[in-house]
């Protein structure tokens, strides 16, 4: 939360324009990650995931800091050119994509690519000739709150013989990526992947090849209801894991930053629709809210992220909760199971300050799931 955050609220207010739930971010805080994330890792790129928020003015903002991108898609690389970024400050870093998407990336005039397994190195080598990729390991979530599961990496075994494929194929063999899980709350997570990226350069300079670069990935936190370790403490657990498995032969390193970069800069202002209970007896009540999972809080999915929320009583006698989206989806419910503590005296049309909303939040958010509208977004 930000004064700027609250002035630009309080403005909408008095001009009778709030009806939200909006988010509202604050490029002051970007910077700052920024900066912050170029501090403490001084020698390493950073490439911003774009997913987290592409709002053109976060874009933008990176471009004349000096930022790179990590891209899933062709509408993410054609936003971030649209920031001013040039193609040799783009990745394609989904280790999914249609050759046909490939063909176009290339054509835009992006050379590095992720892959994890050879039938994907096959399309790059046919769609994008001599370019650099890098092979994306498996890595095990844990200490993760948004862990990545199986889905993107493949065995660091497995990896050497993707890599050498890509180098036969014509492509540069470029190195190694991973990514320890999202809101990764454990520096220490990444001491166990940079060991693995290690072996494979090692296996791989045996065969002739020479690695160049190891992709940290992203899994940067920022802070919702638990304090998370400061920026500085993840670049000195890297630090001190390349030097330990690099030894005096420390590849050139990038980080992906997403949540970190912009989690913090955003705060949701939503809406208290109703307040009831299940049953006259029933001590427990039900807060339902503006916004849920379809439009906005989708990162809410098995209560994973927990949101802090702000309400004008706060300081005020507390009780647990359920909280629930709007929509008319059984799913829409945010905390159940492990009931949220709000005041007792929250009421019907009292507004609440969702924090920590500026990542997975407006990217998130469904077209119109019954009518309500995509979750509109300022940015400051
Ligand atoms: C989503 C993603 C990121 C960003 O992850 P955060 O945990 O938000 O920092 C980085 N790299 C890749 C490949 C991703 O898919």
Redesign the pocket.
Known sequence: MTDRILEFLDARRREGRDCGPCLVLDLDVVRDNYLGFAKALPDTRV?Y?V??NPAPEVLSLLVRLGSCF?T?SIVEIEQALAAGATPDRISY???IKKERDIARAFALGVRLF?VDCVAEVEKIARAAPGAKVFC?ILCDGTG?E?P?SRK?GCAPEMAASVLECAHRLGLAAHGV?F?V????RNPRRWDGALKAAANIFRDLAERGINLQMV?L?????TRYLKNVPAIRTYGQAILRGLAKHFGNRIPETI???????V?NAGVIEAEVVLVSRKSEDDPLRWVYLDIGKFNGLAETADEMIRYPIRTEADGAATAPCVVAGPSCDSIDVLYEKEPYFLPVSLEIGAKVLIEGTG??TTTYSSVGFNGFPPLESFVI
């Open positions: 490439f995931a997913k987290a990590d899933a870093g989904n280790t992720a994306r993760a948004w990545l993107f990526s990514h899980g999202s809101q990764q992709n990935g992203g899994g940067f936190p980080i992906e930053p997403g949540r970190g970069m989690g990542a997975y």
